[in-house]
């Protein structure tokens, strides 16, 4: 091959190659990879919640933050052949979306009276056709005594999920409560509105619903006040603790969360 010839082709095979890629841009198509990974994952496989409230002690403390599973409980109740999925069983532990049932009092709104959304942590008590029944403080599910996970927890009752609202603001002048009578107040409280905590009368889990209450049960907002969660506001099965703060330490900062861990729960399966 004469130098000319060789000369002429040199420039030919290094145009074929092209350019080589700048470090910015393997970085930055490296970060939208990545990034598309974790919104895709975080949309149908994982998804990291916080707990503010004690209605799940000892299991789950204020200040646990988890890490749900997605991706466990098969849609309709059919699992995906090959895939590690199943229905939902008695004592999950599950995340869901607020039910909100609009004719309960125990609905949540914020001042404009628009529902908060809002997601719950509690554990599956009945399944669905279930019988659930309430006597002597005790949880029968279908006839049968329902092995307790209740503890007796010691959070103060600020920190229940309940957001207690004045009926009417206090003046300056005033150095007492204001009481209502029921029937003064229209929007008394009455024993219909709440069926599924009523001692001694039997309730029946409907079809694609579940029952949940809250292991700390005196502490808990549940089922017994808002009624049963129906399947598609099930998020996914709380698997494990993946950070651990103190909230009164670290004052609900990001930063004391992050200086004042509680590195004995971190790793801890939610069981």
């Given at each position: 091959?004469?130098?000319?010839?060789?000369?002429?082709?040199?420039?030919?095979?290094?145009?074929?190659?092209?350019?080589?890629?700048?470090?910015?841009?393997?970085?930055?198509?490296?970060?939208?990879?990545?990034?598309?990974?974790?919104?895709?994952?975080?949309?149908?496989?994982?998804?990291?919640?916080?707990?503010?409230?004690?209605?799940?002690?000892?299991?789950i403390l204020i200040g646990d933050y988890l890490l749900?599973?997605?991706?466990?409980?098969?849609?309709?109740?059919?699992?995906?052949?090959?895939?590690?999925?199943?229905?939902?069983?008695?004592?999950?532990?599950?995340?869901?979306?607020?039910?909100?049932?609009?004719?309960?009092?125990?609905?949540?709104?914020?001042?404009?009276?628009?529902?908060?959304?809002?997601?719950?942590?509690?554990?599956?008590?009945?399944?669905?056709?279930?019988?659930?029944?309430?006597?002597?403080?005790?949880?029968?599910?279908?006839?049968?005594?329902?092995?307790?996970?209740?503890?007796?927890?010691?959070?103060?009752?600020?920190?229940?999920?309940?957001?207690?609202?004045?009926l009417e603001p206090r003046q300056p002048e005033q150095?007492?409560?204001?009481?209502?009578?029921?029937?003064?107040?229209?929007?008394?409280?009455?024993?219909?509105?709440?069926?599924?905590?009523?001692?001694?009368?039997?309730?029946?889990?409907?079809?694609?619903?579940?029952?949940?209450?809250?292991?700390?049960?005196?502490?808990?907002?549940?089922?017994?006040f808002w009624g049963v969660v129906d399947r598609n506001?099930?998020?996914?099965?709380?698997?494990?603790?993946?950070?651990?703060?103190?909230?009164?330490?670290?004052?609900?900062?990001?930063?004391?969360?992050?200086?004042?861990?509680?590195?004995?729960?971190?790793?801890?399966?939610?069981?």
């Amino acid at each position: 091959m004469s130098r000319n010839e060789q000369e002429i082709k040199e420039p030919t095979e290094r145009k074929a190659l092209g350019p080589p890629k700048s470090t910015a841009r393997e970085y930055f198509e490296s970060f939208v990879v990545t990034l598309i990974m974790a919104i895709f994952g975080m949309t149908f496989v994982l998804q990291a919640v916080t707990v503010p409230t004690g209605s799940m002690q000892n299991t789950i403390l204020i200040g646990d933050y988890l890490l749900v599973n997605k991706f466990i409980f098969a849609p309709g109740g059919q699992p995906v052949p090959f895939l590690p999925q199943r229905e939902i069983q008695r004592g999950d532990i599950i995340v869901f979306k607020y039910p909100g049932y609009p004719d309960n009092l125990a609905k949540v709104e914020d001042d404009g009276g628009i529902p908060y959304q809002i997601n719950f942590v509690k554990r599956v008590i009945g399944l669905p056709n279930d019988k659930i029944e309430f006597r002597n403080n005790q949880v029968f599910i279908n006839d049968q005594v329902l092995p307790e996970h209740r503890v007796i927890g010691d959070s103060p009752a600020k920190e229940a999920a309940l957001k207690t609202k004045e009926l009417e603001p206090r003046q300056p002048e005033q150095k007492y409560d204001v009481y209502y009578s029921e029937r003064s107040f229209k929007g008394g409280l009455r024993e219909q509105d709440f069926p599924f905590a009523s001692p001694g009368k039997p309730y029946i889990v409907p079809e694609n619903s579940y029952f949940v209450m809250g292991d700390s049960r005196d502490q808990s907002l549940d089922s017994r006040f808002w009624g049963v969660v129906d399947r598609n506001l099930v998020i996914g099965r709380a698997m494990f603790v993946y950070w651990s703060c103190d909230r009164g330490a670290s004052k609900g900062s990001f930063f004391g969360c992050l200086t004042n861990p509680r590195l004995d729960r971190i790793g801890k399966m939610i069981k």
